[in-house]
C-alpha cells in the first residue's frame, strides 16, 4: 500500500513544503531584526523627546526607550530584534511604527516583514499618481477606474464613482469589488448578471492569489469573503480564470439600463494593477453615460 511522506527533509537535504515554509519564516525574522536595529540606531534621542546626555554610548536609541515608547516589554522587544520566534501584533507593530518614525513605504515593510495585516493601512496608494488621476477624469464620462489584483478599487472618476452605488460614500476599506457585490444592496442590484459576476470575479481571484498566498492582505480579504454562505458555494467550486475583456449591463438607478465593454488597461504585470474601463455599446448608453456624468458633477 502506498502512504503519503511526511513534510520532512530526506536523506539528501532536499528542502520540503514543511522546511522550506520554516526557512522562509526564519529569514523572515532575521531581516526584521535586522531592519529595527538599524533604523533604532539612526534615530536620534532630540527627535523622539529624548535628552541625549553625556554618557550615550549607542548610536541612535537604546532598546529599553524604544520599548518605553512603544509600551512594550524591554525583553520583548530584544528577543524581537534577536529574531527569536515570538508573535507580534498588529497594534505593537504599529506602536513600534511610529516610535522609529517609519515612512509609509518603511510601515509597509515592517509588516511584510512580520507577516502582518496593517490596522491603520494607508488611505492613498503609490500607485494612483496625479497622472493616473487626470487620466481617468479625461476618461468622463467613460466610466473608469483603477483596481489591483484583489479588487480593491484605487481611484476611479465621477461617472464610474455615480456607476454602481454612490462610491464616495462607502467607506475606503469596504471599496473592494468583490465585497460590494456580495454586501451592498444598491451594488447588487446594478449588476445585472450578479451570479455570473461573481463567479468571474472569484475564477480570476483564485488565478491571482496563488502569487500571493502568504500575503496578509489577501488571507484577510479571503476571511471576510467567507463570511457570506454565497461566495463560499462560488469559492467551493475552484474554478480559475484569466482577465479577458467581456460585455457587462448595468442597472444604474439614475438613467436606467447600460450595456458597456469591460476593458483591462494593465498599468505592469497581468495580475498588477489596471485601469478598467467601460465603453458604451450603443448610442443610447452612450447618451445615458452622459447624463450620469452630468449628474456626478452636480452631486
Not at 447600460?258 to 448608453?285: C, F, I, K, N, Q
Request: net charge neutral; hydrophobic share 40%.
Amino acid at each position: 500500500m502506498t502512504t503519503m511522506a511526511q513534510e520532512t527533509p530526506t536523506a539528501t537535504g532536499t528542502a520540503t513544503p514543511q522546511s522550506s515554509s520554516a526557512s522562509a519564516s526564519t529569514i523572515r525574522r532575521h531581516e526584521l531584526a535586522a531592519f529595527l536595529r538599524h533604523r533604532r540606531e539612526h534615530i536620534a534621542p532630540e527627535q523622539v523627546g529624548l535628552p541625549r546626555g553625556t554618557r550615550r554610548r549607542t548610536p541612535g536609541l537604546r532598546r529599553e526607550e524604544v520599548a518605553q515608547l512603544a509600551a512594550v516589554g524591554v525583553t520583548w522587544y530584544t528577543w524581537l530584534e534577536q529574531a527569536r520566534d515570538i508573535q507580534v501584533s498588529g497594534q505593537v507593530l504599529d506602536a513600534l511604527a511610529r516610535t522609529l518614525l517609519l515612512d509609509r513605504s518603511e510601515r509597509s515593510h515592517l509588516f511584510q516583514l512580520a507577516d502582518a495585516v496593517d490596522p491603520q493601512p494607508a488611505a492613498d496608494c503609490p500607485v494612483v499618481t496625479p497622472a493616473l488621476q487626470a487620466m481617468l477624469d479625461q476618461l468622463d464620462p467613460i466610466p473608469a477606474c483603477l483596481q489591483n489584483a484583489r479588487y480593491d478599487i484605487l481611484a476611479y472618476n465621477r461617472t464610474y464613482g455615480m456607476l454602481l452605488c454612490d462610491l464616495d460614500a462607502v467607506p475606503p476599506e469596504d471599496r473592494n469589488c468583490m465585497i460590494l457585490s456580495y454586501t451592498h444592496e444598491e451594488w447588487r442590484s446594478s449588476i445585472v448578471h450578479l451570479e455570473k459576476s461573481q463567479r468571474l470575479m472569484a475564477a480570476r481571484f483564485r488565478g491571482s492569489m496563488a502569487d500571493h498566498l502568504a500575503d496578509p492582505a489577501w488571507k484577510t480579504l479571503l476571511k471576510r469573503l467567507h463570511m457570506s454562505p454565497d461566495f463560499r458555494e462560488v469559492w467551493d467550486r475552484h474554478e480559475v480564470m484569466g482577465a479577458s475583456p467581456r460585455r457587462k449591463e448595468f442597472r444604474n438607478s439614475h438613467v436606467g439600463r447600460l450595456t458597456v465593454d469591460h476593458t483591462d488597461l494593465w498599468l505592469g504585470p497581468s495580475r498588477g494593477p489596471r485601469m478598467v474601463t467601460y465603453a458604451p455599446v450603443d448610442e443610447e448608453s452612450r447618451q445615458r453615460l452622459e447624463k450620469l456624468h452630468a449628474i456626478a458633477l452636480e452631486k
